[in-house]
């Protein structure tokens, strides 16, 4: 694999996750083959990269005609530079899947696993070349959800996390390196870390699952797509975080399971929007929309982070990075859409459903 993007793609698995990773690559322009088993999910790939080009507001039919589908692992990865599984999320799925993938490509082609959770040791164990195994966590949907942690395993060679790094940021990607292979990765620690206090808290009495959702969205939230918390602490100074963590930290839930009432509501078929309640109650259609919207706020979001020239990239570590922020295309994080964003408003601009302006969050959708 070299510095630029990878000529030819294989993905394997072809949901929700593979179809949407092939769309990322196509945009950029490479030739991605989609393996999935299910003829199915195999049809299903054309219009699912067609729906993600038209959420973009860019032109489907040149990305779909550079996304191919085959029904053999082999033929998928005949030619491929890359190879990215987003099977399904089961050690036993995945490691047949590599053992395969292990022998039908050349040891020069990086093998990437998009699990969630799984630690990629595991994946990765009794391969014959392991060194060219690793983690890529891309995060859902990728076309909007610029971030993907490379994940190394004990046995993950230098070249094949520096030639992943490279490929993914010349996708327009942002591509971090994760050095431990530890359950959850970075970002699943952090938002389950978050979710684990916010569950507390409503179960405590403390306030209602509306009013986490509200004091995250408008408060810290506000500031966290362009200010991480360590970013922030320091600008805050480090001796005032000291001082919160000294009352705050002996305090916070530290419970080492999953939290009684999520367990006590899934138990009892609260699943959430798709059964009508969880935390809070949903009517039907209601997370179609606010799905739709959130879409939106995140697509805006991007084009003004491209419009502000990259302004995820101030903390200096991915600019330092080859293909990293700075180095990236102009408009990147609104990456194949365009630079229409403008600073300020952005809630209100789609649709009035900032608490603020005439709506409230707890309400969407008829409320
Ligand atoms: N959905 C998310 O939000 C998300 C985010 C990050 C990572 N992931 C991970 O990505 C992976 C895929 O998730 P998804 O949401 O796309 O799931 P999905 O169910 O939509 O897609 C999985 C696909 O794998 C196919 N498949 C089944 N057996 C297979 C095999 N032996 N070889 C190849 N493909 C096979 C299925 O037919 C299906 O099309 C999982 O590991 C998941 O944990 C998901």
């Known amino acids: 694999m070299t510095d630029e993007l990878p000529q030819r793609l294989a993905v394997v698995g072809g949901g929700r996750m593979g179809a949407a990773i092939a769309q990322v690559f196509a945009a950029a322009g490479t030739t991605v083959t989609v393996f999935d088993p299910s003829a199915e999910s195999r049809d299903a790939v054309p219009a699912r990269v067609a729906a993600a080009c038209r959420l973009l507001g860019i032109d489907a039919s040149a990305v779909v005609g550079r996304v191919g589908t085959a029904d053999g692992v082999a033929a ?20 047949e899947i590599f053992a395969e993938l292990d ?15 799984i630690p990629i040791g595991r994946i990765a164990a009794g391969l014959t070349h392991p060194q060219r195994v690793l983690g890529t966590h891309f995060w859902n949907p990728p076309y909007l959800i610029p971030l993907v942690e490379v994940v190394r395993a004990a046995g993950t060679g230098e070249a094949a996390v520096d030639a992943t ?30 979710k684990r206090e916010a569950i507390a808290l409503v179960a405590a009495g403390v306030c209602s699952a509306e009013t986490v959702d509200t004091v995250c969205r408008y408060g810290f939230g506000r500031r966290l797509p362009f200010l991480g918390p360590l970013e922030q602490a320091d600008l805050g100074g480090l001796d005032l975080t000291l001082a919160i963590h000294e009352v705050l930290m002996p305090d916070l839930d530290a419970t080492r399971s999953p939290q009684p009432l999520l367990v006590e509501l899934v138990g009892r078929g609260d699943l959430g929007a798709r059964t009508g309640r969880g935390f809070r109650s949903w009517r039907p259609g209601e997370a179609e929309r606010r799905l739709a919207e959130v879409n939106a706020m995140v697509l805006q979001q991007g084009r003004l982070e491209g419009q502000l020239g990259g302004l995820a990239g101030q903390s200096g570590g991915l600019d330092e990075r080859p293909g990293g922020l700075e180095g990236r295309p102009p408009g990147l994080d609104g990456r194949q859409g365009g630079l229409e964003g403008r600073q300020g408003g952005l809630d209100g601009r789609l649709g009035g459903f900032d608490g603020r302006l005439g709506g409230f969050d707890g309400r969407l959708g008829g409320g």
């Open 165 to 194: 790094l490279r490929a993914l940021a010349a996708a327009g990607l942002m591509p971090v390196p994760v050095d431990a292979d530890v359950p959850g990765f970075v970002g699943n620690r952090l938002q389950h870390a978050l």
């Open 103 to 117: 022998a039908v490509n050349p040891p020069g082609v990086t093998l990437a696993t998009n699990t969630s959770a």
């Open 76 to 95: 998928a990865c005949a030619g491929a530079e890359l190879v990215i599984e987003a099977g399904p999320e089961n050690l036993a799925v995945k490691r």
